[in-house]
């Protein structure tokens, strides 16, 4: 054993060796009904306890399930956001006991699910394949009071069922992953998918998405290992760190000879560990058998047509869009930023009046990291831009007038900006003896300038300081930079 506790580093590292961590996931995604899976209770986050509920939702008996439309409506749309088969599917009761599921059953879909197949490109490029989402019912919300905080050794447990009926979505992926890096990405992705199609509101920190990871080591080219499952992530974060806590586990084991037991393990964020929970059911554990209070759905092809239709453009046929815009490629840091900020369409439109694409995307990056830049007009940033690329104006008064621009929420025209804050284009023979001027003030530095290359950026630094000055910010940077350059010869 070493000393060290494994997966305590931030980092996500590969394991030692020539170990490879293997990373499939389930997402739980509550779905953005009105109401609940089965009943017209309301499918709310938060509340005082147990006020979203009724017979249906309580499990009492003689209670009957009908199937909410929407919920099949949003199901079928991320069905098509992930390239899914969308197929004939029945519901099932998966049979177990939890103070939480009053009915001692959850409706769920086993072998026929709505989703099949199917696969997500990450924003790097990765393709992950998808097995399958189906559509389940959320169970309610059980609170262990007690120093522990879980079900063993509390002193009293208390259950809400506010949650419970909730139409939830399973997606469950491939083992594509390789890292916790690339399961953070994959999650994100997911996320801004499933907020862009309307199927789902995407809070992590409200248990609207609730990511399983299940985890193995094997070596590249062999056989898949023996997983664990890790439940309770809530975070990003608590992701990144439960499946580099938990590869480093498994490395541990497995380089003393052991064998990975396949279980269920809890991720315990303020330990910094994975704890083992139980072993892993079998599915005949679950006694599925179909629900006999429902009918099998078989959405029709026109309906999914219709569905089809409707569907925006996903973030990656965005990324492409702006790619093509911007003659650069998808993966691009800037493209990605882009429509992660919902700030694509903006840049398209301004590229698309003229704008310089990369002046745009160096924007988008770097300047328009804050709330309402996309309520910017793209004319107004076309504008903006055009005025920096012909040298009106210098990059940093570019950036103030458009914090102002941003501040106006677009009332104000760049130009009138400009005009108002003086930022008048510094004429080029003004700026030209002003830089004689700070030249001919400053021999010794001047001379360490010509004769020495290796010391030109320092220096070319402090001249362009001295001509800032000179000028009051008027000058750009870069033209004083050439202009050095051309008198040094
Ligand atoms: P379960 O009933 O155990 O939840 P599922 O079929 O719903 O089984 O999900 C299995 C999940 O485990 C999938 O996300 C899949 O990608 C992942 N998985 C399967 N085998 C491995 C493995 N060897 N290593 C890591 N993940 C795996
Ligand atoms: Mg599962």
Not at 432 to 439: A, K
Request: aromatic share 4%.
């Amino acid at each position: 054993m070493t000393t060290t506790e494994p997966g305590t580093s931030e980092s996500t590292s590969n394991p030692p060796g020539d170990w490879e961590v293997v990373i499939g996931l389930e997402v739980h995604a509550e779905l953005a009904t009105r109401t609940k899976l089965f009943s017209s209770a309301r499918n709310e986050f938060g509340g005082e306890p147990n006020t979203h509920v009724d017979p249906t939702s309580l499990g009492l008996p003689g209670s009957l399930p009908v199937l909410n439309e929407k919920a099949v409506e949003l199901a079928i749309r991320v069905g098509l956001a992930l390239g899914c088969e969308i197929r004939p599917s029945v519901f099932a009761r998966k049979n177990y006991f939890y103070p939480d599921m009053p009915k001692d059953f959850q409706i769920s879909q086993y072998d026929q699910p709505i989703n099949v197949g199917g696969s997500m490109e990450l924003p790097t490029g990765q393709v992950v394949g998808i097995e399958r989402a189906h559509l389940e019912e959320d169970t309610g919300k059980s609170t262990h009071v007690g120093t522990s905080g879980r079900i063993s050794g509390a002193d009293f447990s208390l259950v809400d069922y506010n949650r419970a009926g909730v139409p939830l979505l399973e997606i469950v992926g491939r083992p594509d992953l390789r890292s916790a890096e690339e399961a953070a990405t994959y999650v994100e992705e997911l996320r801004q998918i499933l907020v862009a199609i309307g199927a789902s509101d995407g809070k992590l920190e409200e248990g609207s998405m609730r990511v399983d990871a299940n985890v193995s080591l094997h070596h590249p080219g062999e056989a898949l290992g023996t997983r664990c499952e890790i439940k309770n992530v809530n975070s990003l974060r608590s992701l990144r760190r439960a499946i580099d806590y938990e590869a480093a586990r498994q490395v541990e084991v497995l380089e003393a000879g052991g064998k990975v037991r396949q279980e269920t393990r809890h991720w315990d964020e303020a330990v910094g560990r994975t704890l083992s929970g139980r072993s892993k059911e079998e599915a005949e554990d679950y006694r599925y058998f179909p629900e006999p209070d429902l009918v099998p759905i078989a959405p029709d092809a026109q309906w999914v047509e219709r569905v089809r239709a409707s569907m925006p453009l996903l973030p990656a046929q965005r990324r492409a869009r702006l790619a093509v815009a911007g003659g650069v490629r998808a993966t691009e840091g800037a493209v990605v930023i882009a429509v992660q900020r919902g700030l694509d369409d903006l840049a398209v439109a301004a590229i698309d009046v003229g704008a310089d694409p990369s002046r745009v995307l160096t924007h988008v990056e770097h300047n328009l990291a804050v709330e309402g830049a996309d309520r910017l007009g793209a004319a107004s940033l076309a504008e903006l831009v055009g005025m920096e690329v012909s040298g009106e104006l210098t990059a940093t008064q570019t950036k103030t007038v458009l914090a102002e621009l941003l501040a106006s929420d677009g009332a104000a025209s760049p130009r009138d900006i400009a005009k108002a804050k003086g930022f008048e284009a510094m004429d080029s023979s003004a700026l030209e003896s002003m830089i004689d001027e700070v030249v001919a003030a400053h021999p010794a530095e001047w001379e360490r300038y010509v004769a020495d290359p290796s010391q030109r950026g320092k220096l070319s630094g402090f001249f362009i300081g001295k001509v800032m000055k000179a000028t009051r910010g008027q000058a750009d940077g870069k033209v004083v930079t050439g202009s050095l350059l051309r008198r040094a010869g």
